[in-house]
């Protein structure tokens, strides 16, 4: 089995998208932070993902800290986007196989919260 959190970060690194659906659990859960329900399958987290890759890791973003334990993993990133600093954990559960079975993602400040949601709501337009 690979090491789940290695291959997150070579997608993130490789800005590959299309490596998503390897490692995410066919029941996959995102948790947006602002969306009220969480989004689930494979599918839809795999969009969410994929607009968060476009928006948050852009040139800038960078993985700041990193804790695991179990099956579970918190990283803390920072990126810039339209000259707003953005701060941010991604809250990661993966299965026994090693796929992805809920992502959480926590932003802040507000400032950010409200320019990820103005930029990720026109991808996602853009997307369908």
Excluded: C
Aim: charged share 20%; proline share 5%; hydrophobic share 45%.
């Amino acid at each position: 089995m690979d090491n789940p959190l290695e291959r997150w970060h070579e997608i993130v690194q490789s800005r590959n998208p299309a490596l998503l659906t390897q490692i995410l659990a066919e029941d996959a859960t995102f948790h947006s932070p602002v969306l009220f329900r969480p989004q689930q399958g494979r599918d839809l987290v795999a969009l969410y993902l994929t607009g968060a890759m476009h928006v948050i890791a852009n040139p800038t973003f960078r993985y700041v800290r990193e804790v695991t334990a179990d099956n579970n993993a918190v990283l803390e990133f920072e990126t810039m986007i339209d000259d707003v600093h953005v701060n941010g954990v991604d809250i990661i559960t993966w299965d026994e196989h090693g796929l992805i079975t809920d992502f959480k993602v926590m932003l802040r400040p507000l400032r950010a919260l409200t320019t990820v949601q103005e930029h990720m709501a026109a991808l996602l337009q853009q997307m369908s």
